[in-house]
T-cell receptor, first 113, second 109 residues
Framework: DTGVSQNPRHKITKRGQNVTFRCDPI?????LYWYRQTLGQGPEFLTY????????KSRLLSDRFSAERPKGSFSTLEIQRTEQGDSAMYLC???????????FGPGTRLTVL | SQQGEEDPQALSIQEGENATMNCSYK?????LQWYRQNSGRGLVHLIL?????REKHSGRLRVTLDTSKKSSSLLITASRAADTASYFC?????????FGQGTRLTINP
């Protein structure tokens, strides 16, 4: 257990609905990352935050995706108008002070019907 | 796009045997990390090796790094059923991590 928590753990939704995931890192102000992982593939970077500032966004992060990190603490990832191709595991990670190691949460598995 | 490629994509061995997985990457790196992922779970960090290191050990794990060949290997000795998982190499660090596609390791009792 890395101490990074994600909620919900599973989400099933219908195409076209909006969904929001939450990530709670162990510490505030550490860098926080979002990744997406499809079946049989390695995780792919989506975006990351330093405090509340979103410093980089992947091309994978279409305009239907938005991520926030108010006050540099927890983070949310929202997907609007979900599509079946959004079905994946969404992983959150934080990097701890003075390390290059990212610690991952358990992930949120999204299924879009 | 994936930075690294793991080889083999799948590996099945008997309990007690050693398992070796390889990773190749494309660009210069500061460090390389290995993660384990049990089915449907998050990733667990195993080991980080820096670009100026050639070999690193952690328990039953041994990682090597050859920056001239842009490759790394992960050796798990005396495998156990609990080692059944997918193993990923990743490059990067404070910025984004770039993962390979992973090796699915199955340990048969």
């Amino acid at each position: 257990d890395t101490g990074v928590s994600q909620n919900p753990r599973h989400k099933i939704t219908k195409r076209g609905q909006n969904v929001t995931f939450r990530c709670d890192p162990i510490s505030e102000h550490n860098r926080l990352y979002w990744y997406r992982q499809t079946l049989g593939q390695g995780p792919e970077f989506l975006t990351y935050f330093q405090n509340e500032a979103q410093l980089e966004k992947s091309r994978l992060l279409s305009d239907r995706f938005s991520a926030e990190r108010p006050k540099g603490s927890f983070s949310t990832l929202e997907i609007q108008r979900t599509e079946q191709g959004d079905s994946a595991m969404y992983l959150c990670a934080e990097i701890r002070t003075s390390t290059d190691t990212q610690y991952f949460g358990p992930g949120t598995r999204l299924t879009v019907l | 796009s994936q930075q690294g490629e793991e080889d083999p994509q799948a590996l099945s061995i008997q309990e007690g045997e050693n398992a070796t997985m390889n990773c190749s990457y494309k660009t210069s790196i500061n460090n390389l990390q290995w993660y384990r992922q049990n089915s449907g779970r998050g990733l667990v960090h195993l080991i980080l090796i820096r670009s100026n290191e050639r070999e690193k050990h952690s328990g039953r794990l041994r990682v090597t790094l050859d920056t001239s060949k842009k490759s790394s290997s992960l050796l798990i000795t005396a495998s156990r059923a609990a080692d059944t998982a997918s193993y990923f190499c990743a490059t990067g660090g404070a910025q984004k991590l770039v993962f390979g596609q992973g090796t699915r390791l199955t340990i048969n009792p």
